[in-house]
């Protein structure tokens, strides 16, 4: 221990003690190391591989065991004047540890980066494949409603198509928007189709399906017997086609009347029998005069439906529906 003024050697002790620990590098943060962000472990190693220094004790024991040679108190007034040396000491040290530490870590900073960058473009890779595998799935996802949705609207049109043709039914699919005062025509409107349902007083009775442009008609085809067995004597198929589901106004000879059936059969006939032709026309309303004498001209107004040909016991035959027969 220091002889003479022990007090102030205890002071300055003090005072040292407590300088050391406010400056000492010890208790400032130490570096963090870089760490990666895909990776718990840290880059740098650990801070026991870095240069030791010395404790706040070491240094105070060594400093007293150097007083404890001091026997007067202008040697220890000697300590005193080297204690600024010892804190600029202290100073360097801490500022030379800091440095070290420093550049260790600015020599890992580019493999860091690096390594960094390496995760960094793997893991783009990875967003960018799940990206298009969300895109791929939602684009298949669309397509398919899509194209259920058209099998539904194709499936509609299909089934009023057929009902309203051959089975004079329907529509099923489509809205009803007006119904017209010549008797009770009514109009539908369906996806892409629209369907007339011909109700006149005295006319037209068929149903047609078409276009949404498709127009409003009651103007019958004029046409007479003798021209459509010339038609189909010549080109049956052709006629058949071309005449069906048409509206037609005929001109020909009653063979014969059928009230229970409530029918008129009006015929051409050729001597030869080559272009004979028959035509069955069920008449639409049955309150309605069938008082027609066999050989009689008339008038027939009705829709083409079926066409069959000539056989041993039958000649060609055309059958109409919805008639309305007249005297010429």
């Not at 040290?93 to 020599?107: A, C, G, H, Y």
């Not at 089934?159 to 008797?183: E, Q």
């Not at 066999?294 to 055309?318: D, H, M, R, W, Y």
Request: aromatic share 10%; with cysteine.
């Amino acid at each position: 221990m220091l002889k003479g003024n022990s007090s102030k050697n205890k002071e300055t002790t003090s005072e040292l003690e407590e300088y050391l620990k406010q400056t000492s590098y010890y208790n400032e943060p130490l570096l963090e190391p870089i760490t990666n962000d895909y990776s718990e472990e840290p880059i740098l190693k650990p801070l026991e591989f870095y240069q030791e220094e010395p404790t706040i004790e070491a240094i105070i024991e060594t400093y007293e065991q150097q007083s404890s040679n001091y026997e007067t108190n202008d040697d220890f007034s000697k300590v005193e004047e080297n204690t600024d040396e010892v804190k600029n000491v202290l100073e360097n040290t801490k500022d030379i540890t800091k440095i070290n530490l420093e550049e260790k870590v600015i020599t890992q900073l580019p493999e860091a980066n690096q390594e960094t960058n390496n995760y960094n473009e793997k893991f783009s890779l990875i967003d960018e494949y799940e990206k298009e595998t969300i895109k791929y799935k939602r684009s298949k996802k669309i397509i398919n409603i899509v194209f259920i949705i058209v099998i539904v609207i194709m499936t509609m049109i299909s089934i009023d198509v057929i009902c309203i043709s051959r089975y004079n039914k329907g529509p099923f699919f489509a809205i009803k928007t007006n119904t017209l005062k010549d008797g009770g025509t009514k109009i539908y409107y369906g996806i892409g189709y629209k369907v007339i349902k011909y109700h006149q007083v005295q006319g037209r009775r068929d149903a047609k399906i078409g276009f949404w442009t498709m127009p409003y008609s009651t103007n019958p085809t004029n046409i007479s017997a003798l021209d459509l067995a010339i038609e189909f004597r010549n080109n049956p198929e052709k006629t058949s086609k071309k005449y069906y589901k048409n509206f037609l106004r005929v001109n020909g000879t009653v063979k014969k009347v059928n009230e229970k059936k409530n029918q008129v059969i009006i015929e051409y006939k050729d001597p030869d029998q080559k272009y004979t032709l028959q035509i069955i026309c069920p008449i639409a309303e049955k309150k309605e005069d069938l008082s027609f004498s066999k050989n009689q001209e008339i008038t027939v107004i009705g829709t083409a439906q079926n066409f069959t040909i000539k056989t041993n016991s039958k000649p060609n035959t055309l059958y109409m529906s919805n008639c309305f027969a007249k005297n010429s």
